[in-house]
């Protein structure tokens, strides 16, 4: 059988019965469009995150305080909550540790923010200058916290967008708003800076935040020199490891702790969190695309009851070409044919709506979405493998029939 015959044959043998074969293209439409976009949310979630992590800055080690775990304690409580972290440990970081390019304290807390006959609840960060390089912030409009500023402890100020709009409304200009006051914990700030916009959402939002000198925060909020948080940025990231080391053997010995496992803080490594959170994230992305994977597989089913229904409703016809000289070959190649183009045009019709509904699910759900080149090549595969796996039965079975039998069918 010619290929063109081959061609011909099919195109009117799916046109014979457009509305079977409308319904059974659509359930490999919808399979093939749910694991793009499955795959695409899970893909751009995972992008989201690693870029949130990263944005942070860069070759960071985080330390925070942690409580000092008992025998046999096999967490540690109070992670961030406890104060054993202090200024002498920044110091000792800074004079010991030569792999330390920059090193950044914080403390964190939320408090009742006012201005303006506003307010907002959101997190303010007592911070030092090499904050900016090592968060890598970057400041849209005025400075940013200076050392002098720190020294002084001056009642000054820097706003995160989200802070200001919240607190001077959508319109606001980020020049109209330095220089204003503000009041934290019923002490007024004066505004002299506005970073730029990094993104983020919910507790981790870096934009819904406000800036304040370390020392300031410590004195007239805090009450006292504890730390929440120590940033270091290390000179490479070839330097990680042996950083963490070094660091972690400094601060044990600072604080008479023999047994690492007692540690009265944590130390985290930004490349382990990334690596960490994209496991999960991918992990995540596969278990979407299995349970969308699905759906193909009912799809499948569907290809192979309509093709035995068709193989049962042509059986004289395949006599009749058996009759004539048609080998089996022939017979098989041809309904084998009709399934794979079926799941063919419902691959590509998948393809264009799992991709248009990846963008609908990014531009009105305001969710990162990924498609990626992978994922519809394996769209595309599975749904022609599909076809060859569903249809090789039925067109076995047409392949079969016995031609005489096949002439007297009724």
Known sequence: MMISDLFKETYFALLSNKARSGLTILGIVIGIASVIAMIAVGQGSTASIKASIESL?????????SFQRGVGTQISSGRGSARTLKQDDVAAIQEQISLVRAIAPELSNRYQITAKGT???TSVNGVTADYLETRNIQVASGVFISEQNTRNLSKVAVLGPTTMTDLFGEDANVL???GQTIRINKIDFKIIGITEEKGGSGMQNQDDIIFIPLSTAQRFLAGGDYLSTIYVEIVNQESMALAQEQITALLLDKHNISN?????????????IV?????ISDTLTMLLGAIAGISLIVGGIGIMNMMLTTVTERTREIGLRKAIGAKRKDISRQFLFEAVLLTFIGGLLGIMLGWAASLAVSYFGKTTTEITLWSVLLAFVVSAGIGIVFGYYPARRAAKLNPIEALRYE
């Open 176 to 178: 109209d708003v330095v």
């Open 119 to 121: 307010n907002t609840n």
């Open 275 to 279: 690596a960490s959170v994209s496991s």
């Open 260 to 272: 690492p496992e007692s540690a009265d803080f944590t130390l985290m490594n930004q490349a382990d």
């Open 57 to 65: 800055g860069s070759n960071l080690l985080i330390i925070s305080p």
